[in-house]
């Protein structure tokens, strides 16, 4: 489970602060796959990388009692000056992986050839995000962090990821921030809609979803 109690996170714009979740208490149990719903802007990035770890709230406490993700759509876990290999043979060292296995994998998966050995400063995006993608998948986490990765790539190289996920989610939970609906009813059994620093659980993914129409239709944010 990952449950926040009393969690606060706001940051400053050029308009003001922006409050992306104002004391918010939640749980997120175990054997469930939860969709992440909001406008652009809402702060899904953002809630991902607090559940992860990789940033931490102005109050409350996140806690954690299986193994998260780091959030895949990440750019935050690349260095440019490293090449794809070092950074997955940090990642497996850091999870305690293999890191012959893990590195075969990547480079397997992510398809991204020569480029593998090179400094990721000189990837295009969608390089980025395959490497990261791979390098998640190759780890076994209890719970999946997904920043809309999913729909990177081609037709092709999307229904390997979707296979990929399949086959994570038989012994894994994903936690999904998107405003793909489709996406969301593909994945997740549960959602969760944020906005306006309020994040609202539901605990089946039609009623989220219908809620989350009626906040667009309304111009709600």
Known sequence: MIALAGVSKSYRTRTGRKTVLDNVSIDFPSGHNFGILGANGAGKSTLLRLLAGSE?????????????????????????ALSGRAHVGFLARLYGAPIRATCEYVAAFSELGEYFEMPVNTYSAGMRARLGFAACLAIDFD??????VIEIGDRRFRRKCAQAFRERMRRADIILATHNQETVRQYCDRGAILANGTLTPYDDIDTALRHYQSLSEGGGR
């Open 56 to 80: 931490l709230p102005d109050r409350g406490v996140i806690r954690r009692d299986v193994r998260v993700s780091f959030p895949l759509g990440f750019g935050g876990i690349f260095h440019g």
């Open 143 to 148: 719970v999946f962090l997904v920043d809309e």
